[in-house]
């Protein structure tokens, strides 16, 4: 704020408070202030009473209740030298301070404050736009309440290895809190909601402990395995001038961000032995690409080995139509492999064996006996007892707690001495079976998409093919899929780029895919990447105010509802249960659909300043439909369109 402002406004105010002054004071008062003759004061002290000590008084003057530079503003100075962009929040009294420093001290630019209608939506725009920039992005959340509004996002964030960076508002002195809501929105130790559930968490008390745990912060949520960090701010630190001798004791620390964590090299050449020798390698990626990079090392990994790749698809980690991505067949390839290396495999065990879910649950272990299990992941680092996203413990044969994107040069340049002419001609010869392979599944699932081509509801192929018959040219982007649309997108479109998957949720919460691709979208904004969803229809109901966030901010984005009116994986295993109990499936229904009546998404849109269209029903009326959604999108817009579907 210039200089001249603030003098002008503290002038003003110190008038207003003298001028007034008088007005202010009762009469009661103002009498009681009224000197007395000394003989009635003397009379009335007698001769041993001690003179009595008049309080001050307390009412301050201009130059007291206004400050030029209050602790929110250095806090801002410490938040912009870590990069942030955006900073999301629903906005709250707790972080009342910090807040107006962002907007006026800080020119609300870097970060720009982005307006949300739920802490949840504001943690998964996060989470999403993490995904699509590859940096984290700020969130502000308000006390007791706001946090546990929070708290389903924070814990999809956290199983998903995604760095969202949380400010959390409090009033720790309980002597300075507002009488009522503020004791209902302070906490003695916020963080013990979260704790099983973020990396690292503090409480600062001071504005120089705040710089260094704001910093460390930062570095903590970077280094892999990447998870939520929380930082409580106290609102007096916040709001309460710097006083002289706080400011020489404020500096900003500076940020080294932590090498990613490499396998160690014997075990990585033990790797290199099993891979380069076996006739039938196989390698899972889940979240190992962290970036760009990453799918190049990827690909140079496969093209050594001329290995298949099974992409689980939790981050871009491979191509989809690159001859070595086998992700179609991958449980056959997996039933015949001599050795399986893992790399950031949300679930090994899971990936080599079968579990059964009957009346009486039973698994078996699929792999031939003999197979070598190499796994690389940095989850590995970092383990947490209470919630159980760690899956069942997996015997493998080589385990490497390290990054795996960080480890693979090294397994790369191991694999690639110990080839020799012989070996590399096998491996040729089995690169060739696996393009034909590849183009043998891409042509099939081109003829199951065209089955129910005409039907209605439309069926989740069409609607997805429809879709990238008109972005398959632009620099497009899938900032999300939620609902299960049978995977036509990953099967069918090509994916070669980082940005053009951003993988799920991380902890199957519903409610993460709407807010995860505003957050997407806005982080490809500024790249005029072109960005879409496949809005599921029960998640678009969790917290509906991140459209008006979209339509707020003008964030183009693209979302096409998968509408099957109904919570579709539900309503199957209601109807499992009922078939294993003897009594049927035709009251499947209960409790699972959303009809009766049906829900006009368009108009929801519409209602939040969202250009919309639909229900649409007729499979004719869809790449019409699309068409002018784009053109929206194009101008800076978001649209949506309600297409009512098949199921799956």
């Not at 698994?363 to 989850?379: C, D, E, Q, Y």
Request: with cysteine; charged share 20%; glycine share 8%.
């Amino acid at each position: 704020m210039p200089k001249k402002t603030s003098v002008a406004r503290r002038n003003f105010l110190k008038s207003a408070a003298v001028s007034s002054a008088a007005a202010l004071v009762p009469s009661s008062v103002a009498a009681a202030a009224a000197p007395a003759p000394a003989a009635a004061q003397a009379a009335a002290q007698g001769p041993t009473a001690p003179t009595p000590q008049r309080e001050a008084d307390p009412r301050p003057d201009a130059e007291d209740i206004t400050t030029d530079r209050p602790g929110g503003d250095f806090m801002v100075d410490v938040i912009k030298s870590l990069g942030f962009e955006y900073v999301a929040s629903n906005p709250g009294s707790s972080f009342r301070g910090i807040h107006e420093s962002i907007v006026n001290y800080g020119n609300n630019s870097m970060p720009e404050f982005i307006t949300c209608c739920h802490e949840e939506s504001s943690v998964a725009m996060a989470q999403g736009y993490f995904k699509a920039e590859g940096k984290p992005m700020a969130v502000l959340c308000h006390g007791t309440v706001g946090l546990q509004h929070a708290a389903m996002a924070i814990y999809n964030s956290y199983c998903d290895r995604v760095p969202v960076y949380i400010l959390g508002g409090n009033t720790l002195d309980a002597t300075l809190r507002r009488p009522g809501v503020e004791w209902q929105h302070s906490v003695q130790d916020a963080a013990a909601m979260l704790r099983d559930f973020v990396k690292w968490d503090d409480q600062p008390v001071s504005l120089p402990h705040f710089a260094e745990s704001a910093v460390r912060a930062y570095k903590i949520a970077m280094t892999p395995p990447m998870m939520p960090v929380l930082v409580m701010i106290d609102g007096g630190l916040q709001e309460d001038p710097i006083l002289p001798e706080i400011a020489g004791r404020l500096r900003v620390p500076r940020l080294t961000v932590a090498t990613p964590p490499q396998g160690d090299s014997g075990a990585v050449a033990e790797a290199a032995r099993l891979l380069v020798n076996a006739q039938n390698p196989v390698i899972i990626a889940d979240r190992a690409a962290r970036t760009p990079a990453g799918i190049a090392r990827l690909v140079e990994l496969a093209e050594t080995l001329q290995a298949p790749v099974v992409d689980q698809g939790g981050r871009m980690n491979f191509p989809s139509r690159h001859p070595l991505n086998q992700t179609a067949g991958g449980r056959r390839l997996i039933t015949n492999a001599d050795v399986i290396l893992g790399l950031e495999l949300t679930d090994f065990w899971g990936n080599t064996n079968a579990s059964r879910d009957a009346l009486y649950r039973s698994s078996r272990s699929i792999v031939k006996p003999g197979t070598k299990l190499i796994s690389i992941t940095a989850t590995d680092l970092f383990s947490n007892a209470n919630f159980q996203d760690f899956q069942r413990y997996p015997e493998v044969d080589v385990a490497m707690a390290a990054d795996a994107e960080a480890t693979l040069p090294a397994l790369i340049e191991a694999c690639k001495k110990l080839l020799t002419a012989d070996r590399t001609r096998v491996m040729k010869e089995r690169g060739s079976r696996f393009a034909d392979a590849s183009a043998k599944a891409l042509a099939d699932a081109r003829e199951e998409a065209a089955f129910a081509w005409d039907a209605t509801p439309i069926s989740t192929a069409r609607m997805q093919m429809e879709l990238w018959a008109q972005i398959k040219d632009l620099d497009w982007s899938l900032v999300s899929s939620s609902g299960n649309a049978s995977g036509w997108a990953e099967r069918l479109w090509n994916f070669d780029k980082h940005y053009q998957h951003l993988g799920d949720s991380g902890g199957a919460g519903v409610g993460y895919g709407a807010p995860a691709a505003v957050g997407g979208a806005l982080a490809n904004r500024k790249h005029g990447r072109f960005s879409v969803t496949i809005q599921g229809d029960g998640d678009f109901m969790y917290a509906p105010g991140v459209w008006w966030t979209a339509a707020h901010h003008k964030i183009p984005l693209l979302a096409v509802m998968h509408n099957n009116r109904g919570y579709h994986q539900e309503i199957m295993h209601l109807q499992r249960m009922a078939g294993r109990h003897n009594r049927g499936i035709t009251r499947a229904h209960i409790g699972t659909t959303l009809d009766n009546p049906n829900i006009d998404y368009a108009k929801i849109a519409q209602g939040m300043g969202v250009h919309a269209q639909g229900p649409i029903t007729n499979p004719n009326d869809l790449g019409p439909a699309i068409k002018r959604a784009i053109e929206v999108v194009k101008s800076g817009e978001p649209s949506l369109i309600d297409v009512v579907t098949q199921p799956r």
